[in-house]
């Protein structure tokens, strides 16, 4: 059973599109997160979610929102992409407080 | 300037080497976790150090945490291809569980 699940693996879309990753967990863990790991291998957190509710926005463009429907799921919209944002974008998963994180295997985003 | 930086960048070495991995930074911690990261993969905890001078073992790795809870090492013994990967450091800065993680070192073994 996978802990941490994104989908889709792979994306590849035009410049100016608007596009979504999807990210769930059956952890029953209350804290979700958002991480961007660059061409260089450096992974660097976007946003963090606890019990749906947004508890770090680490001052990411507003073209990028997150969404918690519930405290399972964690999704990553991006609009208007730009060549920039390509990258890998890694779901991540704990329990509330400072806990170890579980991570997915990473969503890569390619902007043509 | 980043919070952790982490020596050397890149190591290719032979099947049955041994190697050291450096995490160093300017502050200090409550503690410190290493992750190893697979192709295509996420990165994985490894351990948690949170005692000055605290050393841990994990198989043929041991992770120490420095005295002064400023920097942390990684030690792998006879390393094998299975080890090759992206080895990262992190703190955890604890106000909303944000980790902050170094810019890796990326491990090759050959067999």
């Known amino acids: 059973d996978t802990a941490v699940s994104q989908t889709p693996k792979y994306l590849v879309t035009q410049m100016g599109n608007d596009k979504s990753i999807k990210c769930e967990q059956n952890l029953g863990h209350d804290t979700m997160y958002w991480y961007k790991q660059d061409s260089k291998k450096f992974l660097k957190i976007m946003f963090s979610?606890?019990?749906?509710?947004?508890?770090i926005n680490e001052t990411v463009p507003n073209r990028f929102s997150p969404k918690s429907p519930d405290k399972a799921h964690l999704n990553l919209h991006i609009n208007s992409l730009e060549l920039g944002d390509s990258a890998v974008y890694f779901c991540?998963?704990?329990?509330?407080?400072?806990?170890?994180?579980?991570f997915g295997d990473g969503t890569r985003l390619s902007i043509l | 300037t980043q919070l952790l930086e982490q020596s050397p960048q890149f190591l290719s070495i032979q099947e049955g080497e041994n190697l050291t991995v450096y995490c160093n930074s300017s502050?200090?911690?409550?503690?410190l976790q290493w992750y190893r990261q697979e192709p295509g993969e996420g990165p994985v905890l490894l351990v948690t150090v949170v005692t000055g001078g605290e050393v841990k073992k994990l198989k043929r790795l041991t992770f120490q945490f420095g005295d002064a809870r400023k920097d942390s090492s990684l030690h792998i013994t006879a390393a094998q291809p299975g080890d090759t990967g992206l080895y990262l450091c992190?703190?955890?800065?604890?106000?909303?569980?944000?980790?902050?993680f170094g810019a890796g070192t990326i491990l090759r073994v050959k067999s």
């Open positions: 502050s200090v911690f409550s503690s």
């Open positions: 979610y606890n019990n749906k509710e947004l508890i």
């Open positions: 992190a703190v955890n800065m604890e106000y909303g569980n944000k980790l902050v």
């Open positions: 991540a998963s704990s329990q509330v407080g400072v806990q170890p994180q579980h």
